[in-house]
């Protein structure tokens, strides 16, 4: 009999997905809330349905007789797949009662606190807090809402009074009305992607995740992820042994654990985040650097249990190869008019995949369904090379309105220490 998956998303970083899927002979139904999106016209049917409504997600479970469910790339999509899956009895790595080691970042932060896991130091805060809970922060600090995700009302502020002032804004989409203040850490940043099996964790990649800053609250945007990174062996048993101790003080056995994390020289790893998904719009650059598609460790994990196996017991996150995706933030509310040196950007030799998000008249709205304005994959080369390369591509690159204005932030690349 034919499997039958259900894929939960369907924009454009679940296309692959849906290929494989297929390319197996697996019968792949999607569903999410974009009926316009790019997967739905490559998965064999296509439910217009938000990923939240659990209830009628499972019964299409049952109509369509669905065998396996995955997705991956955003923490929301995560959480909203336990909760299909336990309901729907369907196999998954993790369970809905410990869904807040994961998706609260309070309970997050307290779970790191409980295994002596460096973290920075934070406090909630409720709407009428007394200053007094922050005389022992430095300031400036980042200010989060307790269960939002993908950067929503995230600021960087600089006194007890801004957090007074940005207090509604910060929490206003959020059920909880709480928010999480923390010291902002200057260290180098990582993004790090790991598979869980039989309890143990086995890395998939350590890449540097580079940022600007662009705007004095803001906080600075992410600009270019670099794989593998050039301080891999400087933070990747420390990193690895953090993972462990969070997989087994969670219980997962089995599935996508991922966390993001600073590192300075001298310094101990320190936690910001872990997930139970792969990053969206960069997992396609291990493939790049070493030929392993995430999107077959997710099937192999429902279908094909030795080959995940075999393919982890073969894969070393060291890569020989290296890669790099650049994302372009765009201007909130400018209008794209000219895009001629972004387009002829992607022709440059070394880039493997270039995506202009925005069609001309359109507006840039940060957080919506295009989180970029644009954004380029380069590889085959050294790590020097991959740098010449973005120096190139920051230094043409342009977007810009009807009256000649420009649309995208400035890109920039860190120094990094002399190792």
């Not at 999480?180 to 099996?197: D, P, Q």
Request: hydrophobic share 35%; with cysteine; net charge negative.
């Amino acid at each position: 009999m034919k499997q039958r998956l259900l894929i939960l998303g369907s924009l454009r970083e679940f296309v692959q997905l849906i290929q494989l899927a297929k390319s197996r002979g697996i019968y792949t139904i999607v569903c999410d809330g974009y009926p316009d999106s790019e997967g739905k016209k490559y998965a064999d049917k296509a439910y217009d349905i938000d990923v939240g409504d659990t209830d009628r997600i499972v019964s299409i479970c049952q109509l369509e007789r669905v065998d396996g469910i995955i997705t991956s790339f955003s923490d929301y999509l995560f959480e909203c797949m336990v909760k299909i899956a336990n309901k729907a009895g369907l196999k998954c790595y993790f369970s809905p009662e410990k869904l807040d080691y994961y998706r609260n970042k309070d309970i997050m932060k307290q779970m790191f606190r409980q295994l002596s896991i460096p973290t920075a130091k934070y406090v909630r805060l409720s709407s009428d807090f007394s200053d007094s809970l922050l005389d022992d922060m430095e300031f400036p600090v980042v200010v989060k809402p307790i269960d939002k995700y993908g950067s929503r009302g995230i600021l960087v502020l600089y006194s007890v009074e801004e957090i007074r002032k940005y207090y509604d804004f910060i929490c206003a989409t959020s059920e909880i009305k709480e928010i999480l203040v923390e010291e902002y850490n200057e260290g180098y940043e990582f993004n790090m992607m790991s598979w869980v099996l039989d309890g143990e964790i086995h890395v998939i990649s350590i890449a540097d995740r580079e940022k600007t800053p662009v705007c004095t609250n803001d906080i600075p945007i992410s600009t270019r992820n670099v794989y593998p990174s050039r301080l891999i062996h400087n933070v990747y048993d420390e990193a690895k042994d953090i993972l462990q101790k969070v997989a087994n003080y969670t219980g997962q056995t089995s599935g996508v654990l991922s966390m993001q994390f600073f590192w300075s020289p001298g310094e101990p790893v320190s936690v910001c985040e872990v997930a139970g998904r792969f990053f969206g719009y960069e997992h396609e650059l291990v493939d790049y650097c070493c030929g392993l598609k995430v999107e077959n460790l997710l099937l192999d994990y429902l279908y094909d249990d030795t080959s995940l196996r075999n393919t982890l017991k073969k894969h070393t996150p060291f890569f020989e190869k290296n890669s790099a995706v650049l994302y372009f933030h765009g201007k909130n509310g400018l209008m794209v008019d000219n895009q001629e040196a972004a387009s002829q950007l992607s022709n440059m030799k070394g880039v493997k995949d270039a995506w202009l998000f925005y069609k001309p008249g359109e507006r840039i709205i940060p957080h919506g369904v295009n989180p970029y304005a644009v954004r380029y994959y380069i590889s085959d080369g050294t790590r020097k090379e991959i740098d010449r390369m973005t120096r190139y591509i920051y230094k043409h690159i342009s977007i810009t309105t009807k009256d000649g204005e420009e649309i995208l932030y400035e890109n920039q690349i860190p120094k990094y220490p002399e190792l």
